[in-house]
């Protein structure tokens, strides 16, 4: 904390996994000896460089880009880019890190990577936002390749930005290559890859409900966000007998007690990217909550009364006071689509309370998980089914399901995901990265 001060986010997600790996740490000290967590804290590379364009005013504006290359142990760097205004250096960092950990549990040859703007994507027309991605390669390009750093999406971050990029990586280098994923179905995307986040989050709460002996056949769900997660996570839950009943955005909450309409919130918010207050014209039934009449210290979605809860949005969505009121209304599992949604105290609360909890870095894994099939397509020429990817999707989330579980029931604490998550893609990367020798 003294070397980088002021990191609030960066710290949260290190003391949640630091905690979790004392007792492997206990174990023996192998692993003090080859002085690994000082190591793994400490990101290979960060870069920050400018990012000047011009608006359809004509005015300059500037903006911050990072990319960090956290750790390459088991691969090249593989994270999404993030373009929110709320982006700094200890939003990149929290979520590199995550990414180190989320990539090894997935068994795939992918390090830990993200990167991203301060650029508030919003309101801007076509050709602000392809210029701003434009300038945006014009830095990283020197930094990234399909065997060096691959990025993909995230918030803000969806085909047509990983559009205008890639046509300008391809302009700077010459190079046709698999340089980024999320990438269009016609120039070198994958199948799936789109649903691959949403759908694999849902895949991860059958995995563990099968455990309990149950599964999604008429649950009841609430899904915070409404963005590329969010959406196909409601999409996989209806396809398997479950019923989303509400999802959010930046404006607010959405309430819809017989079910949402899908392909109405698609139709706002992936072609007219509006509010979905914008619902209500078409279903005045449905209750709209905006975000000034929220609970304080808390989200008005984790207050409805369901059986599961996806949160699928952002960090620290979920906080304490939601996590009591889930609980006390009956929720038996909250699966992570968005990463570290929940705040430290409600992961505690969930795990005292016994409900399944799925942390993002395992539940949410199956999207970069289908970022590396997409890479493997591209480094062979192929282009797969949707069957064969969504097939491998589903393999690829159970298991880490179960690297998760056994490894949480080998270190005493069975159902405990958080610890169980954490040894599993510890002990990957650790021994890794010792078999490299000092470097
Ligand atoms: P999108 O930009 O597509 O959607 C994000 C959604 O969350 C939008 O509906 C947005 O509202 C809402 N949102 C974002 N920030 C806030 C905020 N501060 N307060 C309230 N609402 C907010 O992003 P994704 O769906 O791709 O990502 C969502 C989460 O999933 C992130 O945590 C991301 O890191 C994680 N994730 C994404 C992966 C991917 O493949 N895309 C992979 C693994 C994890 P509005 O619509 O108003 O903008």
Redesign the pocket.
């Known amino acids: 904390k003294q070397s980088s001060p002021a990191q609030t986010e960066f710290y949260q997600a290190v003391e949640e996994v630091l905690r979790t790996l004392e007792p492997v740490l206990e174990k023996n000290n192998y692993y003090a000896k080859h002085s690994i967590i000082q190591r793994l804290v400490e990101p290979e590379r960060q870069i920050m460089f400018r990012v000047p364009w011009q608006d359809d005013s004509g005015n300059i504006q500037i903006n911050k880009g990072y990319r960090i290359e956290f750790n390459s142990a088991l691969g090249p760097y593989k994270g999404?880019l993030?373009f929110?205004p709320?982006v700094n250096a200890s939003i990149i960092k929290f979520?590199g890190f995550e990414q180190i950990f989320k990539n090894a549990l997935t068994g795939l040859p992918i390090g830990g990577g993200k990167g991203g703007a301060n650029f508030d994507p919003?309101g801007r027309s076509d050709a602000e936002i392809m210029r701003f991605c434009q300038s945006f390669m014009n830095e990283l390009y020197r930094h990234i390749g399909p065997n060096t750093d691959v990025p993909?999406?995230?918030?803000?971050v969806?085909a047509r930005e990983i559009g205008y990029m890639f046509g300008q990586y391809k302009r700077l280098t010459g190079k046709y290559e698999g340089v980024l994923t999320g990438k269009g179905l016609l120039w070198g995307g994958s199948y799936a890859r789109k649903e691959?986040?949403g759908y694999g989050t849902v895949y991860f709460a059958d995995h563990m409900l099968n455990a309990r002996g149950e599964n999604l056949q008429g649950q009841r769900c609430l899904v915070s966000?409404?963005?590329?997660?969010?959406i196909y996570a409601m999409e996989k839950l209806y396809q398997l007998g479950a019923t989303p009943i509400a999802c959010?955005?930046?404006?607010g909450t959405l309430y819809h007690a017989q079910g949402l309409d899908l392909s109405l919130i698609k139709e706002l918010?992936e072609k007219e990217r509006t509010?979905l207050l914008r619902y209500l014209n078409s279903h005045p039934r449905a209750q709209f909550i905006p975000i000034s009449e929220y609970p304080s210290g808390g989200h008005t979605i984790w207050r409805y009364k369901a059986d599961l809860a996806f949160p699928?949005?952002?960090?620290n969505?979920l906080t304490t006071r939601d996590a009591e009121a889930l609980v006390s209304n009956g929720c038996k599992l909250v699966s992570e689509?968005?990463?570290m949604?929940a705040s430290q105290g409600a992961v505690e609360y969930f795990l005292k309370a016994g409900i399944s909890y799925g942390p993002?870095k395992a539940a949410?894994a199956g999207?970069?998980a289908t970022s590396q099939l997409e890479m493997a397509q591209n480094a062979s020429m192929q282009k797969w089914t949707f069957e064969q990817v969504d097939c491998q999707l589903l393999q690829i989330t159970k298991d880490i399901y179960l690297r998760a579980s056994e490894t949480a029931r080998e270190f005493g604490a069975p159902g405990n995901l958080v610890l169980g998550a954490n040894i599993a893609a510890f002990r990957r990367v650790a021994d890794a990265m010792i078999e490299q020798g000092v470097v």
């Open positions: 999404g993030r929110h709320s979520l919003k993909a999406g995230d918030i803000g969806g691959a986040t966000g409404a963005g590329n997660v969010a959010s955005d930046s404006t918010k509010s699928c949005a952002t960090q969505e689509g968005a990463n949604a993002g949410n999207g970069v």
